[in-house]
T-cell receptor
Framework: EAGVAQSPRYKIIEKRQSVAFWCNPISGHATLYWYQQILGQGPKLLIQFQNNGVVDDSQLPKDRFSAERLKGVDSTLKIQPAKLEDSAVYLC??????????????FGSGTRLTVV | DQQVKQNSPSLSVQEGRISILNCDYTNSMFDYFLWYKKYPAEGPTFLIS?????DKNEDGRFTVFLNKSAKHLSLHIVPSQPGDSAVYFC?????????????FGKGTKLTVNP
């Protein structure tokens, strides 16, 4: 089966600009996650979708970050305006059902964002 | 406040020897633990997991041990191979029924020397 697709792979923007990332999960995977991984740290959950509904967005900086999952398939994560501290790798992951978490879910390769 | 701690940023071992990666946690509500492996420019991939009701889980060369009283788990790789060189993340799950959440450690970079 095809993996989790993310684009772009790399993005460099100036602070205060806006940026969007795209994720296409594995076909049939109902649960989708966006993680932020800052250099030298572990991934941190930003938002979790179950189909097209938000399950957890408690760690999403909602003043500048937004995410949507249209029709319960693809998802986009947007940052507007970007700050220097948003420089990180943004990882998308998906899983078939919630309890497949127990076997780990599948991550995409990530988008590396650099804010200058 | 870090709930999952990997105190060794890096580890270097010889090919064929045992690699032991350690992880400590503080939240007693964690009920499942996972190890992920990450190569450069790739996303993390699931490696092995263990339920909090067990103390050991084995999968080929990989074994995870859980000591609940010490809030400590470890990943053993025997024998280590150069292809095992990667960053290893420990993760812990809390919550159930739709509110599950994974918390990751900062990772340990393993280098296996030929």
């Amino acid at each position: 089966e095809a993996g989790v697709a993310q684009s772009p792979r790399y993005k460099i923007i100036e602070k205060r600009q806006s940026v969007a990332f795209w994720c296409n999960p594995i076909s049939g995977h109902a649960t989708l996650y966006w993680y932020q991984q800052i250099l030298g740290q572990g991934p941190k959950l930003l938002i979790q979708f179950q189909n097209n509904g938000v399950v957890d967005d408690s760690q999403l900086p909602k003043d500048r970050f937004s995410a949507e999952r249209l029709k319960g398939v693809d998802s986009t994560l947007k940052i507007q305006p970007a700050k220097l501290e948003d420089s990180a790798v943004y990882l998308c992951a998906s899983s078939y059902r919630r309890d497949s978490l127990y076997y780990g879910y599948t991550f995409g390769s990530g988008t590396r964002l650099t804010v200058v | 406040d870090q709930q999952v701690k990997q105190n060794s940023p890096s580890l270097s071992v010889q090919e064929g020897r045992i690699s032991i990666l350690n992880c400590d946690y503080t939240n007693s509500m964690f009920d499942y633990f996972l190890w992920y492996k990450k190569y450069p420019a790739e996303g993390p991939t699931f490696l092995i997991s263990i339920s909090s009701i067990k103390d050991k889980n084995e999968d080929g060369r990989f074994t995870v041990f859980l000591n609940k009283s010490a809030k400590h788990l470890s990943l053993h790789i025997v024998p280590s191979q150069p292809g095992d060189s990667a960053v290893y993340f420990c993760a812990a799950k809390s919550g159930q029924g739709g509110s599950e959440k994974l918390v990751f450690g900062k990772g340990t970079k393993l280098t296996v020397n030929p």
